[in-house]
């Protein structure tokens, strides 16, 4: 198990779901930080962050979450943590789950990804766009990728601190798993439940899927 972890959760206008998330991880393990990036929200997301006791990084507009994440990341490698555990801000990854991460931990040179099932609770567009990009990944990365659009994840910060990543959002969450996999690292699943009935997702699956695939073709030349 890893020693010291930092929940981090990249957050735009969640201001309405931020206050029971981070009240229910702090819960949950009282011994974690917990870290919103708040990305250029207009609403008082940094505010309610703060309120309910996580610590607030603050973009001045909003970035995307991919520079969220590498704010996060960043934050976590400046301050020693051993690893980030990844949540998206708008419910739909159910933190009693970050136990089975914790469980399946077993290094730091793997990733953990959570994979949800692609059931009738999953929109149609989104089975879509997570097949494809899940398919691809896995040729691209020389292993099986099974959710490569989860953000609910599980990250040794030795791997982020030899890995340069360049997207700005959605297509960082791929991106990361291509370069760790062709760094040499592990990259394993782990079952989560598959919300979608809680808050909106600002993905976008057209342009996203279309980012994606620009990704993939820079990924070429690395």
Known sequence: MMRKCLVTIPAFNAAKSLSALISQVKQLFSDFDVLIVDDGSVDESGKVA????????THD?????????????????AHDYDAVITLDADLQHDPTEIQNFLNACSDDRTILVGIRRRDKAMPFARKVSNSLTSFVSSIFCGVRILDSQSGYRL?????????????SRFDLEPELLIKAARAGYDVKSVEISTIYNAGRSWINPPIDTIRFLIMLAKSLFW
């Not at 703060?50 to 990084?57: E, F, K, Y």
């Not at 990250?155 to 997207?167: G, M, R």
């Open 61 to 77: 507009c909003n970035r995307g979450k991919g520079e969220a994440l590498k704010s996060g990341f960043a934050y976590a490698v």
């Open 50 to 57: 703060g309120s309910a006791g996580a610590i607030v990084l």
């Open 155 to 167: 990250i040794p910060t030795a791997i982020l601190k030899n890995i340069t990543l360049s997207s």
